[in-house]
């Protein structure tokens, strides 16, 4: 039996590997990597307004910050990866360059948010974790 049969998407459950796919996805167009980008953004909003009405502003805006601290240095990351796709520079370097920023910058915008604001725990995570697992969604839908 061939090895291609025993293969499995691993893309959907670890952000990194999903990372690497849409960086893949980049040199071959970079339709899917906005689709992610959109469906995070998506996630997040939801997860605000439910948290909103949950808990209040509080709640509200600790969601938009747990979800914002990872959608926006995936942003960056992406702008990133795209930049130096179109001038010929990408490679696996730019990429795990690109990843390290990506959870420095997350852990630094939790850390901040945790230390000049106050914030409901349990919001800020569920708004972290949409935003992670959003990536989910994007291999289910089709474009």
Known sequence: MPLAAFQFDFGCCNPYIAGLLAWQGLRKGGRGVHKVLFLQLGAV????AIAGMWVGAVGAASAAVGGGAYVLPNLVFVLRLKIATASGRASAATFFAGE???V???IGILA???RYFDVHW???LVGLFAALKANL????LKT
């Open 137 to 140: 969604f994007a291999f289910l």
């Open 100 to 102: 390290f920023f990506k």
């Open 104 to 106: 420095a910058a997350t």
């Open 45 to 48: 909003a939801l997860v605000t």
């Open 112 to 114: 901040l948010a945790q």
């Open 122 to 124: 349990l919001s800020l």
